[in-house]
């Protein structure tokens, strides 16, 4: 609560990339390549502050790489993340890749 959230958006060749960056609680070194696995959650506790099903990133995943792009993240423990993806920017209408 009371800090900001970042959206950035930039042209990378035929890639658009989106980041979202957050001033939150972080994620631990050790858990950031599993963030994007289906059901899985960094405190999965009985007693864990955050709800969910672990769906939410393993979907996005899905759906940027069913695009033709690709997603990840950069994060610190106390700090914040930045989530980000690109996908393939649209061709004109009548143009071939």
């Not at 958006?9 to 963030?35: N, W």
């Not at 899985?40 to 695009?67: M, P």
């Amino acid at each position: 609560p009371g800090t900001a959230v970042t959206i950035r958006m930039c042209e990378e060749g035929k890639f658009i990339r989106t980041e979202i960056e957050d001033q939150g609680i972080g994620i631990p070194a050790d858990k950031l390549e599993r963030v994007f696995d289906r059901f899985y959650q960094v405190d999965g506790s009985t007693t864990r502050r955050f709800g969910g099903t672990g769906l939410g990133l393993a979907i996005v995943k899905q759906i940027v790489e069913a695009h033709g792009g690709q997603i990840g993240v950069r994060s610190e423990q106390n700090v914040g993340s930045c989530f980000h993806f690109t996908i393939p920017k649209a061709l004109p209408q009548g143009t071939q890749s």
